[in-house]
């Protein structure tokens, strides 16, 4: 267990409630313990494990729950997690990613804690828009949008999410969405032969996850190379992108050294740009699309690039909306932390026990 810490342990008086917040992931399991004061949450600290060396959420939370009580003396008694995959009643998920279940009637039974909901993280991420600042996010496109016009949210990572949230009159109320396994949109000769290699020995049709994700760009890396022409390649950057685990961070790396790698930010990035298009056309989401997860963050320039901004508004019809439309990369990648606890504060009254 790695632990962050946000606030003094002397800074603890004057909070109505203590809850947990949880971000499950493929890769990553993060948990955090938020206080409550003038219905606003402020975390103080996190916790992070690796999701495949888990055999359940239980024992993560066992964990942070002790530290908080040995740490700063406080009991836990609401919580929240997002979870990579279909949720069903807010107390149930199998996460995409993942071997093993999510459960909420387990976790209350087995830590003590008396109410836990289970939602999509994608609907956890857009509960944490409302704890970020200006400096949290980078605008990659301007737009006239405004308050009350509804909003979207897409980001790759181990896989593809996305969420919407709409405006009820006074406040964003985020809908979940499994959008990322829809199908890919084939437009040309290149999108053709991807998607065959991919498909191949399948027998599934190919979704966007499967180009916009972490083994998204170590595949289409891979065809690129695969039909490269001699002296396009470096091969000493081949050799240590082949040989390593996290395949997609050394493409991200090498991308301005190493020819390939910078051809697959291009081609991801336009694939990116297509699908955040569609997106914000089915949820007319004109009131600004944010994109989350990881790879945003650590490739943002990859927003201003003409791939992406020229494949978002290439449209025949209601180009209007996709010019009205702003867009903001989250900086932060504490946003799902904050947007758990949020969510958990609130207690999820759309949730049934």
């Given at each position: 267990?790695?632990?962050?810490?946000?606030?003094?342990?002397?800074?603890?008086?004057?909070?109505?409630?203590?809850?947990?917040?949880?971000?499950?992931?493929?890769?990553?399991?993060?948990?955090?313990?938020?206080?409550?004061?003038?219905?606003?949450?402020?975390?103080?600290?996190?916790?992070?494990?690796?999701?495949?060396?888990?055999?359940?959420?239980?024992?993560?939370?066992?964990?942070?729950?002790?530290?908080?009580?040995?740490?700063?003396?406080?009991?836990?008694?609401?919580?929240?997690?997002?979870?990579?995959?279909?949720?069903?009643?807010?107390?149930?998920?199998?996460?995409?990613?993942?071997?093993?279940?999510?459960?909420?009637?387990?976790?209350?039974?087995?830590?003590?804690?008396?109410?836990?909901?289970?939602?999509?993280?994608?609907?956890?991420?857009?509960?944490?828009?409302?704890?970020?600042?200006?400096?949290?996010?980078?605008?990659?496109?301007?737009?006239?949008?405004?308050?009350?016009?509804?909003?979207?949210?897409?980001?790759?990572?181990?896989?593809?999410?996305?969420?919407?949230?709409?405006?009820?009159?006074?406040?964003?109320?985020?809908?979940?969405?499994?959008?990322?396994?829809?199908?890919?949109?084939?437009?040309?000769?290149?999108?053709?032969?991807?998607?065959?290699?991919?498909r191949a020995g399948r027998g599934t049709p190919v979704s966007?996850?499967?180009?916009?994700?972490?083994?998204?760009?170590?595949?289409?890396?891979?065809?690129?190379?695969?039909?490269?022409?001699?002296?396009?390649?470096?091969?000493?950057?081949?050799?240590?992108?082949?040989?390593?685990?996290?395949?997609?961070?050394?493409?991200?790396?090498?991308?301005?050294?190493?020819?390939?790698?910078?051809?697959?930010?291009?081609?991801?990035?336009?694939?990116?740009?297509?699908?955040?298009?569609?997106?914000?056309?089915?949820?007319?989401?004109?009131?600004?699309?944010?994109?989350?997860?990881?790879?945003?963050?650590?490739?943002?320039?990859?927003?201003?690039?003409?791939?992406?901004?020229?494949?978002?508004?290439?449209?025949?019809?209601?180009?209007?909306?996709?010019?009205?439309?702003?867009?903001?990369?989250?900086?932060?990648?504490?946003?799902?932390?904050?947007?758990?606890?949020?969510?958990?504060?609130?207690?999820?009254?759309?949730?049934?026990?």
């Open positions: 267990m790695i632990i962050r810490s946000y606030a003094e342990e002397a800074k603890l008086e004057g909070y109505d409630l203590f809850v947990l917040g949880g971000d499950i992931g493929g890769t990553h399991t993060n948990l955090a313990v938020a206080g409550m004061r003038d219905e606003k949450t402020a975390v103080l600290f996190s916790t992070h494990f690796e999701s495949q060396k888990l055999g359940s959420l239980v024992p993560a939370i066992k964990e942070t729950l002790e530290y908080a009580d040995e740490k700063f003396g406080i009991g836990i008694e609401r919580g929240c997690a997002g979870v990579a995959g279909a949720v069903s009643g807010c107390r149930r998920s199998k996460p995409t990613n993942l071997s093993w279940e999510v459960d909420a009637w387990e976790i209350e039974r087995e830590t003590g804690i008396k109410d836990f909901y289970i939602i999509n993280d994608f609907q956890i991420i857009a509960y944490g828009i409302e704890s970020l600042s200006e400096e949290d996010l980078l605008l990659a496109k301007a737009g006239s949008g405004g308050w009350g016009e509804t909003r979207s949210i897409i980001g790759a990572g181990t896989g593809l999410g996305k969420a919407i949230l709409a405006f009820d009159g006074k406040n964003y109320s985020p809908l979940s969405s499994e959008g990322g396994h829809g199908d890919l949109t084939i437009h040309d000769r290149f999108d053709l032969e991807l998607a065959a290699e991919i966007y996850e499967e180009v916009i994700s972490g083994r998204g760009i170590e595949r289409i890396y891979r065809y690129l190379k695969d039909r490269s022409t001699e002296g396009s390649s470096d091969p000493r950057y081949a050799s240590e992108i082949e040989g390593a685990e996290e395949k997609a961070a050394l493409i991200s790396k090498y991308k301005e050294k190493d020819e390939t790698s910078r051809e697959t930010f291009k081609v991801f990035a336009k694939y990116y740009g297509r699908c955040a298009k569609n997106f914000v056309l089915d949820s007319m989401s004109t009131g600004g699309l944010y994109i989350a997860g990881g790879i945003a963050a650590k490739n943002r320039e990859m927003f201003t690039s003409p791939e992406f901004q020229t494949e978002f508004l290439k449209a025949n019809r209601q180009r209007q909306i996709l010019e009205k439309t702003p867009i903001y990369v989250i900086l932060n990648y504490d946003v799902s932390l904050y947007g758990a606890c949020n969510a958990a504060a609130r207690g999820i009254r759309t949730c049934q026990k």
